[in-house]
């Protein structure tokens, strides 16, 4: 893989003050090689788990305007959800980031520079109990293929030209041209049963069949409870090592906190850093760096926000050490690169924003502008940063007309629509399908549903450069494939269609006392891959 040689851990041990954050330790990760799995974290001294056990979580985020198939979910709950109960033909661990054969029996066999072939594990089963076959699999990527189901996950293998059958439990895998990761990025399509997938699409995504070690008997949409079993069928390299588990959805943060210190939860994500302090032995709390970052995304068709200075304006208003030190208690870095700094294709980039009054007033003046509309979703782990922002744009001299709302009405209200907005400031994680550069680029760079329906970037000179760019990235290797990636990064950060203010650390917390090898991830969500619980 390319990413994944090291990770950073951040041991979070106390509160310093209301404003100044949190004391950290920090413990790196050994190199193994290709991949690097942290151990800091890992419920150590607990007992063997219990296999009739219940795993228990609250969640922050709510379910999606869209449900839980996997061909176009992509609300953090359902995709995290889907990490347990799906699988591709490869699977991506969500802590350490390695590549696995999941329902392939082994990574994808090179054929020649265009073809690779995947034989699907003994004994595979959905959790309808019908058995996994080649028409399955060739169903799946033709269905996230196919421009007219506007996948979501199309955007990451433009490199397939198809996917064909060999034999009944054997698929081929035909390339456009040479690809250097077919391997992990395949893992973005989820194999579903073609017969039940086709037959009520609606129903499917409310409760769709996959084949992985836990399967899903409560989608939480009215009990606010998502809720899981193990699957007695499972084959295949990660099963479940609990009987059932209840994920809570909680979005408030206190109410969420409580949850854990009074045992009701295991585990609990998106801490927040007011609550920190709450948390005692054996509850322990880990950040851990990652990709997932804080946004702002502007209207390029706009009047406001479509000349490029009145966006570069903006990013030069921000106060970006009181976002991070105040806003986000230290848990948070700003950006200098599309890409965090431990990412390992990292390179900073040709413009990095900091705070510069004079030169946000002088861009303004220039152009004129006086006002704009600013639309936020109501995250809980950014709360204290939307004030900061609106407060940074209102210093500059500019008129803010503010709007916080659910992150789904937020789409809601700009998808297709060029008039409803200028700027958008929300959360976003890719890292969740994958890391390389390429992926994590494509998500918001190559898609229509970002860079036409919202952004209204596409056609620009800077949009075609892009894709130009990404393509020949992913015809490449080596120093030519990351001289491609570096120079999309300036790209971007000249352009800034959208842009991370900064990169987050994802703080979970959990009971060390009954969860067995729980690991916290740099990715949104929680995992129980490879996680017991003694209760």
């Known amino acids: 893989m390319l990413n994944m040689d090291r990770r950073n851990f951040v041991r979070l041990t106390g509160i310093i003050g209301a404003a100044a954050g949190i004391a950290v330790s920090v413990s790196a990760c050994g190199d193994s090689g290709t991949t690097g799995t942290s151990t800091t974290g890992t419920s150590t001294g607990a007992a063997a788990g219990n296999k009739d056990g219940k795993i228990t979580a609250g969640i922050s985020y709510e379910l999606g305007t869209n449900g839980y198939d996997p061909m176009t979910t992509s609300s953090a709950l359902t995709v995290a959800a889907n990490w347990h109960?799906?699988?591709?033909?490869?699977?991506?661990d969500p802590a350490s980031r390695?590549?696995?054969a999941a329902l392939g029996k082994d990574l994808p066999k090179q054929v020649d520079d265009t073809t690779y072939e995947v034989t699907l594990?003994?004994?595979?089963?959905?959790?309808?109990?019908?058995?996994?076959?080649?028409d399955d699999v060739v169903f799946s990527f033709e269905r996230v293929l196919d421009e007219a189901n506007q996948s979501l996950y199309a955007t990451f293998i433009t490199f397939l030209d198809k996917v064909e059958k060999k034999d009944d439990t054997t698929v081929t895998l035909k390339l456009k041209h040479p690809f250097s990761l077919v391997a992990e990025r395949v893992a973005v399509v989820k194999i579903v049963p073609k017969a039940a997938a086709s037959a009520d699409a609606k129903a499917f995504d409310l409760n769709p069949v996959g084949t992985g070690p836990y399967k899903m008997t409560d989608n939480g949409a009215s009990s606010q409870k998502v809720l899981f079993e193990r699957n007695d069928d499972y084959t295949g390299p990660r099963p479940a090592l609990a009987k059932s588990m209840e994920w809570q959805i909680i979005p408030d943060t206190?109410?969420?906190?409580n949850a854990l210190t009074s045992g009701s939860v295991q585990a609990i994500d998106a801490v927040g850093a007011a609550d920190l302090a709450n948390f005692k032995d054996p509850i322990k709390v880990a950040a851990v760096q990652g990709?997932?970052?804080l946004f702002a995304m502007f209207n390029c068709a706009s009047d406001a926000m479509k000349d490029v200075k009145n966006r570069q304006a903006i990013l030069y208003a921000l106060d970006y050490d009181a976002i991070c030190k105040q806003g986000m208690a230290n848990l948070a870095t700003p950006a200098t690169c599309f890409l965090h700094t431990e990412h390992p294709m990292y390179e900073q980039a040709k413009v990095v924003y900091s705070k510069d009054v004079d030169k946000a007033k002088a861009l303004i003046a220039e152009t004129g502008l006086k006002k704009t509309r600013l639309l936020c979703s109501d995250h809980g782990w950014f709360s204290?940063?939307?004030p900061i922002i609106k407060e940074n744009i209102e210093a500059i001299g500019l008129e803010v007309e503010?709007?916080?709302k659910k992150s789904s009405d937020v789409y809601g209200t700009i998808d297709g629509n060029a008039g409803s907005f200028d700027i958008v400031v929300a959360p976003g994680d890719p890292s969740v399908f994958g890391d390389d550069a390429d992926l994590l680029l494509r998500w918001w760079y190559a898609a229509d549903i970002w860079t036409d329906q919202r952004m209204h970037w596409k056609g620009q000179e800077s949009y075609t450069k892009v894709q130009e760019l990404l393509e020949k990235a992913s015809t490449t290797t080596g120093d030519e494939q990351k001289a491609a990636w570096h120079e999309i990064f300036d790209v971007v950060s000249e352009n800034v269609p959208l842009y991370p203010l900064l990169h987050r650390k994802t703080p979970t917390a959990y009971d060390s006392?009954?969860?067995t090898d729980f690991k916290p991830i740099a990715l949104t969500g929680l995992s129980f891959s490879g996680v017991g619980t003694t209760k």
Do not use: N, P
């Not at 594990?121 to 080649?134: I, M, Q």
């Open 254 to 257: 206190t109410t969420r906190t």
């Open 513 to 515: 006392a009954t969860l």
């Open 85 to 92: 109960t799906m699988e591709g033909l490869t699977e991506i």
């Open 384 to 386: 204290a940063v939307r």
């Open 98 to 100: 390695e590549c696995y």
């Open 121 to 134: 594990r003994d004994g595979a089963k959905f959790h309808d109990g019908s058995a996994v076959t080649a």
């Open 291 to 293: 990709f997932g970052l």
């Open 402 to 404: 503010f709007e916080e």
